[in-house]
T-cell receptor, first 109, second 116 residues
């Protein structure tokens, strides 16, 4: 079983839609979690950190449920520019990052 | 913000040759550098972790004699793919720990290696 698992998608949504991605992790010792965004043939870029209390950054909301070992990302009012692959990432021992396989989002006009 | 400069951004080489990829941290000291590999439609897989002045730690299944890592200074780490084969064709990305980001990781822009 992969340490961080995501639905690969693709999620095809119209502009303005709300879309949610989920991620599960198996290592309960993971210290912190993040959502990264990766565009085709580019390096990953940090979208936001994920906290148990939930955190919001504009149209993006992230949530961590440690009891269920589950992380979510909600995108409201999707834009064409949101089209990308979203990576769920855990940070564990040695400060190493473990990447999920990514969820591909396609926002269409 | 913190920047990691990675070069080259893409390279095509012949089978059997070696390719060196450089990652430089600009304006901060990268005590630890992580090297990742990403095959098409797959996620980033950690290859090795290098600490300045010491030997790199390789992940299981990554040949240390094939992927030579040197982290001789706090601002430069290199990955050399030796005797490259077509199956080594991939996207290689470095990530440095340090700098001003909240989480302390800064990624290079990646190197797309194609071995023909």
């Amino acid at each position: 079983r992969k340490e961080v698992e995501q639905d690969p998608g693709p999620f095809n949504v119209p502009e303005g839609a709300t879309v949610a991605f989920n991620c599960t992790y198996s290592n309960s010792a993971s210290q912190s979690f993040f959502w990264y965004r990766q565009d085709c043939r580019k390096e990953p870029k940090l979208l936001m950190s994920v906290y148990s209390s939930g955190n919001e950054d504009g149209r993006f909301t992230a949530q961590l449920n440690r009891a269920s070992q589950y992380i979510s990302l909600l995108i409201r009012d999707s834009k064409l520019s949101d089209s990308a692959t979203y990576l769920c990432v855990g940070r564990g021992a040695g400060n190493m990052l473990t990447f999920g396989g990514g969820t591909r989002l396609m926002v269409k006009p | 913000g913190a920047v990691v400069s990675q070069h080259p951004s893409w390279v095509i080489c012949k089978s059997g040759t070696s390719v060196k990829i450089e990652c430089r941290s600009l304006d901060f000291q990268a005590t630890t550098m992580f090297w990742y590999r990403q095959f098409p439609k797959q996620s980033l897989m950690l290859m090795a972790t290098s600490n300045e002045g010491s030997k790199a730690t390789y992940e299981q299944g990554v040949e240390k004699d094939k992927f030579l890592i040197n982290h001789a200074s706090l601002t430069l780490s290199t990955l050399t793919v030796t005797s490259a084969h077509p199956e080594d064709s991939s996207f290689y990305i470095c990530s440095a720990r340090g700098g001003g980001a909240e989480y302390g990781y800064t990624f290079g822009s990646g190197t797309r290696l194609t071995v023909v």
